[in-house]
């Protein structure tokens, strides 16, 4: 069993910051791509950033020069650091990684696991 919590969301004023935290914990042997969605009121679930193992990311171009996203592997952790937030930034914020839960899986064979959510309010 593998589980994303994710911390850090909350109200914020236009032209704020906020940064989101995603700690794994669980079985795993190795991560892939780990990284952040979004989801607003009554809007699907969109891709906010995403880490690969091989160091690359992707961005939103919404979110592109305003947000970092970085990780820990030590700590099996993945942050979102945004900045200069605005109004349309508010929605659930999903953590996502994908999994290698053990060396005796397959190479390659990775799982989705997703995070609960946290709420990020962007005020005004």
């Known amino acids: 069993q593998v589980q994303l919590v994710e911390s850090g969301g909350g109200l914020v004023t236009a032209g704020g910051s906020l940064r989101l935290s995603c700690a794994a914990s669980g079985s795993i042997f190795s991560f892939n791509a780990m990284g952040w969605y979004r989801q607003a009121p009554g809007k699907q679930r969109e891709l906010v950033a995403l880490?690969?193992?091989?160091?690359?990311?992707k961005y939103a171009d919404s979110v592109k020069g305003r947000s970092t996203i970085s990780r820990d592997n030590a700590k099996r952790t993945v942050y979102l650091q945004m900045n200069s937030l605005k109004p349309e930034d508010t929605a659930v914020y999903y953590c996502?990684?994908?999994?290698?839960?053990?060396?005796?899986?397959?190479?390659?064979?990775?799982?989705?696991?997703w995070g609960q959510g946290t709420l990020v309010t962007v005020s005004s």
């Open positions: 996502y990684a994908e999994v290698r839960r053990s060396a005796y899986e397959p190479l390659g064979s990775y799982v989705e696991v």
């Open positions: 880490t690969t193992s091989g160091g690359s990311i």
